[in-house]
């Protein structure tokens, strides 16, 4: 299986820790200033770079979760890792460095003798640095 997206050593494939949405969000900043002929604008530059990955996994079917280990380690040490997704023909895009900001993770249905959710999904925030 070739991964779908890659964050530093965390692999998102089909099998184990799927990626279910992913959205990027920028901004530049134009400030306006009112004139006798109008506005007069300047642009000062690009504000924050920042993606966000939905992501799925079913622990007992798929594992999943050597990657989510992976995605915690990282943040909990704010590395900045490569932040990489599949590209045409197998060839991948380095879309730059990242650090995980944000990580949210959510168990359903807890499986009755191990106590782990037999349905994980996990948000990841991204931002570019």
């Excluded at 990626?19 to 400030?31: D, F, L």
């Amino acid at each position: 299986m070739t991964s779908l997206v890659s964050i530093g050593a965390a692999q998102l494939k089909v099998i184990g820790l799927n990626p279910q949405h992913v959205s990027q969000a920028s901004e530049t900043r134009v400030p306006g200033r009112a004139t006798f002929t109008g506005m007069d604008y300047q642009l000062t530059g690009i504000g924050e770079r920042s993606a966000r990955l939905e992501v799925l996994t079913l622990p007992f079917v798929f594992g999943g979760m050597d990657a989510l280990g992976w995605l915690q380690t990282q943040h909990t040490a704010q590395l900045p890792v490569l932040y990489l997704r599949l590209g045409a023909n197998l060839a991948a895009d380095n879309l730059g460095l990242v650090v995980i900001r944000e990580l949210y993770m959510d168990e359903d249905r807890f499986h009755p003798f191990t106590g782990r959710g037999r349905s994980l999904n996990a948000e990841i925030g991204l931002v570019f640095v």
